[in-house]
């Protein structure tokens, strides 16, 4: 059932066997995994409920009522803009359906690097195949692939690098195009049609608009949770709850689990990883008109450069990114293009005839989550080491895909006002400068690793299962939990996870 906060006054008192906090893509998966064992389940969401009706195909509208911060969230320098929902069913609202299975090479670091014993391939294969079933993950079909999908494969095509297509959540998609902003016909199998009506059907009550604020706990074990119901618009309290659990799962996306846990825990390995994936946009113009806005964002992904490549004296010698097909509205375009005056009006003029990619950089460099002495949750990243040479390396390729696919010119979106016409440029322009702060526009909308799970209670906030070194009865089964960048789209890891550590509340009963 779904209960929205925004509606109730006094205070609402609730009881569960576990409360979970956040209903996106961690939330949601633990959540059903457990009401469908039997557990009784309640889900606290700060966002709001939307319905497929809901969803205007308005960037705008889409931006206002369930981007995170209202699409202005960025570090404290502004150098990286992130963007993420607050709504029920979280991210999964905004994200486009990539469902990546995480790279066995990675898997393999993060069990050794933080002893985490159960990530294996065997462990993993059947919840990634459970999650694969259950949202119709499916290789994109050629109907889903829009021209600018097309453009980036011959490309690589052409240049003999390695791509495919991407594996999708999606069921009978009509290929419209406004995946980011709300699936206006419930064809996208976010968290808000999948597991959260699961979760309702066995009981759980969800209570959208309701912000978890305190974390309670008696004798050293967490208990419950308090926080107040707000008004969709402000923000401002209207009313109060508190329900009371034998587990508390904290799945508030990275920046929402480190907001939550730094406000109620002096623990100092909360927020002291951030990372993002560094995306940088990059057009091309190709002199005709490209449909790039109709299809699904990204059926196709460039996994050339996934690893990094060494020279002989192991120093860096290109690599590490994965890049995926980028599509941009006209509103996020003119945000993110880079340009002013009438140069704007005269590159957005274009908007019609471009095409783009974004890159998924691998980063071994995180940022920092904390809270400023106004009580405020801050961040701060920088791209920096080897991941501003990948960067550097990124923009080149992308060029160059887009070079070999016929596009007439190429636009890195900096404060250069970069532009590329042949490969000569792609030395002579891109080369000279590396990525700086606030130099070239850059997001972040793969968050992970703030609240992070390890054997190593000095290094990692929760043990391999998820439950907090120090609070028992206290999980962490998101985005935060994640240790480390995945290499690729984070949501089927932060899924698989999530179902890993579900079957650890279940077990202690
Ligand atoms: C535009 C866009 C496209 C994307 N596309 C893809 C893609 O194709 N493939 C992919 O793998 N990934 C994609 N991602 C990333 C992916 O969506 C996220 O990595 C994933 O959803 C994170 O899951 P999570 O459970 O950590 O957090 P979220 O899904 O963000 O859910 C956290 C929820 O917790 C709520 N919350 C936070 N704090 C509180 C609190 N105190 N009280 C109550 N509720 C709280 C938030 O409002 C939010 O709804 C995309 C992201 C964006 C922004």
Redesign the pocket.
């Known amino acids: 059932m779904i209960i929205e906060g925004f509606r109730r006054t006094g205070t609402t008192r609730d009881r569960a066997d576990v409360v979970v906090?956040?209903?996106?893509?961690?939330?949601?998966?633990l959540a059903a995994y457990l009401a469908e064992r039997g557990a009784d389940v309640v889900m606290?969401?700060?966002?709001g409920f939307f319905r497929a009706e809901d969803f205007s195909q308005h960037e705008r509208d889409g931006m206002a009522d369930?981007?995170?911060r209202r699409g202005a969230d960025s570090t404290v320098d502004g150098s990286i803009l992130?963007?993420?929902?607050?709504?029920?069913?979280?991210?999964?609202?905004?994200?486009?359906?990539?469902?990546?299975r995480a790279p066995e090479d990675r898997v393999a670091e993060w069990r050794q690097r933080h002893g985490i014993e159960w990530m294996t391939p065997d462990v993993l294969a059947p919840h990634y195949q459970a999650i694969e079933a259950e949202l119709g993950i499916h290789v994109a079909e050629e109907r889903l692939f829009n021209e600018n999908n097309r453009l980036v494969r011959d490309g690589c095509e052409k240049l003999g690098w390695e791509g495919h297509a991407?594996p999708?959540?999606r069921i009978d998609c009509i290929a419209c195009g406004w995946?980011?902003f709300g699936c206006a016909y419930n064809r996208k199998t976010s968290?808000l049609i999948t597991t959260i009506p699961r979760v309702s059907k066995r009981g759980g009550r969800i209570y959208s608009d309701?912000?978890?604020?305190r974390l309670i706990v008696e004798n050293g074990r967490a208990v419950g949770?308090e926080?107040a119901f707000v008004d969709r618009q402000s923000h401002e309290e209207v009313g109060r709850f508190r329900i009371d659990a034998r587990h508390v799962v904290?799945?508030?996306?990275?920046?929402?689990?480190a907001?939550?846990l730094l406000r109620n825990l002096d623990d100092a390995t909360v927020g002291r990883r951030l990372y993002i994936n560094p995306s940088y946009n990059v057009w091309a113009d190709f002199g005709r008109e490209i449909d790039n806005a109709t299809g699904i964002?990204?059926a196709y992904v460039v996994h050339e450069w996934r690893g990094v490549r060494r020279d002989p004296g192991g120093g860096y010698d290109g690599g590490g990114y994965i890049m995926?097909c980028n599509q941009q509205q006209p509103g996020s375009t003119a945000a993110l293009l880079g340009h002013a005056g009438p140069e704007h009006t005269e590159r957005m003029s274009r908007w019609h005839q471009l095409a783009s990619v974004l890159s998924v950089i691998d980063e071994v460099h995180p940022g920092r989550v904390f809270l400023g002495d106004d009580g405020i949750r801050r961040t701060s990243y920088r791209v920096q080491g080897e991941d501003a040479l990948k960067a550097v390396d990124y923009l080149r390729n992308a060029a160059r895909i887009f070079l070999a696919a016929g596009a007439r010119e190429v636009w890195i979106p900096d404060v250069y006002g970069t532009t590329v016409r042949n490969d000569r440029e792609i030395d002579a322009l891109i080369t000279l400068r590396s990525v700086q702060p606030n130099a070239q526009i850059c997001l972040g909308?793969?968050?992970?690793g703030t609240a992070p799970v390890g054997s190593d209670p000095a290094d990692s906030f929760a043990g391999p299962t998820g439950e907090a070194h120090r609070v028992p009865g206290l999980w962490v089964?998101?985005?935060?939990?994640?240790p480390g960048s995945?290499s690729?789209?984070?949501?089927?890891?932060?899924?698989a996870m999530?179902r890993q550590v579900a079957g650890y509340v279940e077990r202690a009963g």
């Not at 992130?82 to 990546?100: F, K, N, P, R």
């Open positions: 906090i956040g209903t996106g893509a961690g939330g949601g998966t606290v969401e700060k966002g369930f981007n995170g992130y963007s993420y929902a607050e709504a029920v069913g979280g991210t999964t609202v905004h994200y486009w359906g990539d469902s990546i991407v999708t959540a995946t980011q968290q309701a912000r978890a604020e949770v926080g904290v799945a508030g996306g990275a920046l929402g689990t907001d939550f964002p990204c995926l909308t793969h968050l992970l089964a998101d985005g935060a939990a994640v995945v690729v789209d984070p949501s089927l890891m932060i899924m999530a």
